[in-house]
């Protein structure tokens, strides 16, 4: 099993920073990918970031401003936000893609319970 926990939310103002940090307990040898989801009020989810075989793919409303990186050492994720904007305003939820078989192939997403972010003055 799995475990995805989120930290680093909270409250910052426009042009802020934040860091988001995602840690990874259980059976992490069988993660092949993880990414940064957010979902604001009323809306659909929607992928902020994600990073796999080293390589990253970002939102284009957030390319540029966010940074996503991981540490495998440390079975972790992180997310580093800068200039924040009040529409990056939403709870922000670790995902993992975690590999079942591969043989036929098969994997499944392991989420974390979100960490909200609000950017306000």
């Known amino acids: 099993q799995v475990q995805l926990v989120e930290s680093g939310g909270g409250l910052v103002q426009p042009g802020g920073s934040l860091r988001l940090s995602c840690a990874a307990s259980?059976?992490?040898?069988?993660?092949?990918?993880m990414g940064w989801y957010r979902q604001a009020p009323g809306k659909q989810r929607e992928l902020v970031a994600t990073?796999?075989?080293?390589?990253?793919n970002y939102a284009d409303s957030v390319k540029g401003r966010f940074t996503i990186s991981r540490d495998n050492a440390k079975n972790a994720t992180y997310l580093q936000m800068d200039s924040l904007k009040p529409e990056d305003t939403a709870v922000y939820y670790c995902?993992?893609?975690?590999?079942?078989?591969?043989?036929?192939?098969?994997?499944?997403?392991?989420w974390g319970q979100g960490t909200p972010v609000t950017v306000s003055s």
């Open positions: 995902n993992a893609e975690r590999v079942v078989r591969m043989i036929p192939y098969k994997s499944v997403e392991v």
């Open positions: 990073i796999s075989g080293g390589n990253t």
């Open positions: 259980g059976s992490i040898f069988s993660i092949r990918a």
